[in-house]
């Protein structure tokens, strides 16, 4: 069974930086683009950034251009997102998902970005 | 705004059909055939429920249909059941200058009369 999970989410300052994990197991984890996907509260959904499969090509929404990374670790079956320069707008539950395609997503983490 | 315009809420009556309407550009669907949908009950995640315009997962229910015309997807449900109620979103890949990006529709609410 696919299964993702996200940690790392909490509380941070406007400026402040996180980074969000995501656990993948039940598939070939090296075989997929890994993305993460954002929505804001009572608000729609929005893809935040994208890694191929071997972290050698990264896309992003131009909103975190500059300011977040995506990496991944395929030994960990991990995929990664290091958020700097954090915004009140980037306020959001985060979700990882493979394959933008037909993606299988994961349950969230939720980032709250105030002072 | 959402980058792929869709209606904030359809309804419809048990048994009845109902279709939801999703509107991009010929740079997301009308150029590709990777749209998306999705059902998401609320505090839930989203579930896929169509892929590649027109492509049920397995375990989807085969009154959820999908298709595309020009620059515009719609997902069709068939037999309306009171457990369909939530929000849809649909997505689309979308050539951006020469990034490979997606983009969502801001959603529409269903509601089972």
């Known amino acids: 069974e696919v299964q993702l999970v996200e940690s790392g989410g909490g509380l941070v300052q406007p400026g402040g930086s996180l980074r969000l994990s995501c656990a993948a197991s039940?598939?070939?984890?090296?075989?997929?683009?890994m993305s993460w996907v954002r929505q804001t509260p009572g608000k729609g959904l929005e893809w935040v950034a994208s890694?191929?499969?071997?972290?050698?090509?990264?896309n992003y929404v131009d909103s975190v251009k500059g300011r977040f990374t995506i990496s991944r670790d395929n030994a960990e079956r991990s995929v990664y997102l290091q958020m700097n320069s954090l915004r009140v707008e980037d306020t959001a539950i985060y979700y990882c998902?493979?394959?933008?395609?037909?993606?299988?997503w994961g349950q969230g983490t939720r980032l709250t970005v105030s002072s | 705004q959402s980058a792929l315009t869709q209606p904030a809420s359809v309804s419809g009556s048990p048994g009845q059909s109902i279709t939801i309407s999703c509107t991009g550009t010929s740079s997301d669907i009308g150029g590709y055939n990777y749209v998306c949908w999705y059902q998401q009950p609320p505090g839930k995640a989203p579930k896929l429920m169509i892929y590649d315009v027109n492509n049920r997962p397995s375990g989807v229910s085969n009154r959820f249909s999908g298709s595309k015309s020009g620059n515009t997807a719609s997902l069709a449900i068939s037999g309306l059941q009171a457990e369909d109620e939530g929000d849809y979103y649909c997505?689309?890949?979308?050539?951006?200058?020469?990034?490979?990006?997606?983009?969502f529709g801001g959603g529409t609410r269903l509601t089972v009369l």
């Open positions: 039940g598939f070939t984890f090296s075989n997929y683009w």
């Open positions: 998902a493979r394959d933008m395609r037909s993606p299988h």
């Open positions: 890694i191929n499969q071997d972290g050698s090509e990264q």
């Open positions: 997505s689309s890949f979308r050539s951006y200058g020469s990034s490979n990006t997606w983009v």
